[in-house]
């Protein structure tokens, strides 16, 4: 029988499965020992620049078919998901768009490109997504919406469960960058 880990509603947080992604470690210390990282002066940053006036922006300089609705709560009680679409444009044919604030290294940005998968397998919910955009400090990404793009995001969401299941926290090792300014590296059951 799996356990009910998520969240007093009964669903999984796209955002949580976002931090699985970037580390296993990272979700199982945050579900199972209930600790949340303080916000930093960065995030805090990050989040007034990225409020609904910039979305907007970023929507038209995007050229994205209207409407345009930001912040767009979604949940799917097939999927056992929720979360929050920054961006959804159009109406029979829908883009989804993830938008952040500051430029970030591609690179080390796939856990940012599972979150925009997850969001565009939740926005199935409201139609027909064709494409998904990740802006990040004005580096555009595009996208298309393919049976593999949600292959993905169904595995990172059944990769989450089982972390969440596991009384063991996961044993990875990731490179020495990646956790140098970590908030949960004095917790991190992974760190030697």
């Given amino acids: 029988m799996r356990r009910q880990y998520y969240y007093l509603d009964g669903y999984v947080q796209v955002a949580d499965v976002k931090d699985y992604i970037f580390c296993p470690a990272l979700a199982w210390v945050k579900a199972r020992m209930g600790y949340v990282e303080p916000p930093t002066p960065s995030m ?99 996208i298309p919406v393919s049976s593999n793009l949600l292959d993905e995001a169904r595995r990172a969401l059944e990769g989450y469960r089982m972390v969440l299941d596991s009384e063991e926290p996961p044993n990875v090792r990731q490179p020495e960058p990646k956790c140098r300014y970590c908030w949960y590296r004095r917790l991190c059951p992974s760190m030697p």
Avoid: N
């Fill in 44 to 142: 805090e940053s990050g989040k007034s620049k990225a409020d609904a006036q910039f979305k907007l922006r970023v929507a038209e300089e995007l050229g994205l078919p209207k409407p345009w609705r930001v912040e767009v709560p979604v949940r799917s009680s097939r999927l056992g998901l929720a979360g929050v679409i920054d961006l959804v444009a159009g109406e029979r044919r829908l883009v989804v768009a993830e938008v952040k604030a500051f430029k970030r290294r591609i690179q080390w940005s796939r856990h940012f490109r599972v979150q925009l998968a997850l969001y565009a397998l939740l926005a199935g919910e409201l139609g027909y997504v064709r494409e998904a955009i990740l802006y990040m400090g004005g580096d555009i990404y595009r």
